[in-house]
């Protein structure tokens, strides 16, 4: 049986300063990439800015790259419209054929040359349908994170499956947990521009408040202290009933509460970046 072949799936927005990193690591670990440019949501147009400029020069000089447009300039709620990008962009991939694997690439979201060689191992290996990949996800900059988790790679069974709302597959029978010494996904959600952040989770999903997540961000992230972080994890308690510097359970602390060190290497498209300078990227962002 000839190996799988991996398809990388991104959607982009307002990621001029980590898409061109993200494009060199992606195209070269994927046998081809499909690239979506596109807001989603109408309050994070505003937030238009040169990435697809450099996903299209970038492009050039890379024929696995495959940007895919909008139709009709498709806008509404981000949960019900990446599915729906996801979609197309498989189906116009020449790779879209059973056993081949889908990647779902956010542009925050990196992995190390050893992490990329496992995944290419594991999905010619372990009999499953999904992995689920632990991650480092960081706040405030390149040192400090905490531990969580996210669906990243599916295997197509049939031409019937589909991405649906949440990015969930409905191809999957059989997930499997990836140790975290073989494959760790380096998350820079927060890292991004906090302002987008706000207004992205306002229109995130259709009828669905995020009050909490807003608030938290304006009241404690805006203010957390790494030097007084007892104080901040304190007052996050009292906020959102969570003992961390998060606003729920969902990505964890350490046993204190509080952010974990990083002290080993980034993946090097980002160790090699300006990115891994910032101290703090809520002054970048003047947040």
């Not at 116009?92 to 889908?102: A, E, F, Q, R, T």
């Not at 905490?146 to 295997?155: A, P, Q, V």
Request: charged share 25%; with cysteine.
């Amino acid at each position: 049986m000839a190996k799988p072949k991996l398809i990388g799936l991104l959607c982009t927005w307002c990621a001029e300063d980590w898409i061109i990193p993200l494009l060199k690591e992606t195209s070269y670990q994927c046998d081809e990439v499909m690239v979506n440019v596109s807001p989603h949501s109408p309050s994070m147009i505003q937030y238009k800015d040169n990435t697809y400029d450099l996903v299209r020069n970038f492009k050039s000089e890379k024929n696995n790259i495959t940007i895919v447009a909008t139709p009709n300039n498709l806008i509404s709620h981000h949960a019900e419209i990446k599915p729906i990008l996801l979609n197309i962009m498989l189906q116009k991939s020449k790779y879209y054929d059973i056993n081949n694997w889908i990647w779902i690439r956010d542009d925050d979201e990196f992995y190390t040359t050893k992490s990329c060689n496992n995944i290419k191992k594991l999905i010619q290996t372990v009999n499953c349908d999904q992995f689920l990949i632990q991650e480092l996800f960081f706040m405030i900059n390149t040192k400090l994170y905490l531990n969580g988790e996210h669906n990243r790679l599916f295997r197509i069974n049939s031409f019937e499956d589909r991405f649906y709302p949440a990015q969930r597959w409905s191809g999957t029978k059989l997930v499997a947990l990836v140790p975290k010494d073989l494959v760790c996904m380096f998350h820079y959600c927060m890292l991004t521009n906090p302002h987008a952040k706000i207004d992205f989770w306002k229109e995130e999903y259709p009828g669905k408040e995020q009050t909490k997540k807003i608030t938290w961000i304006d009241k404690i992230y805006r203010n957390y202290d790494i030097y007084d972080e007892g104080k901040w994890i304190e007052e996050n308690y009292k906020l959102t009933g969570c003992y961390s510097p998060w606003f729920d359970i969902n990505f964890k602390p350490d046993t204190f509460g509080k952010l974990y060190r990083y002290k080993g290497k980034h993946p090097k498209v980002i160790q090699n970046s300006k990115l891994i300078k910032i101290k703090d990227f809520r002054k970048e962002y003047n947040f």
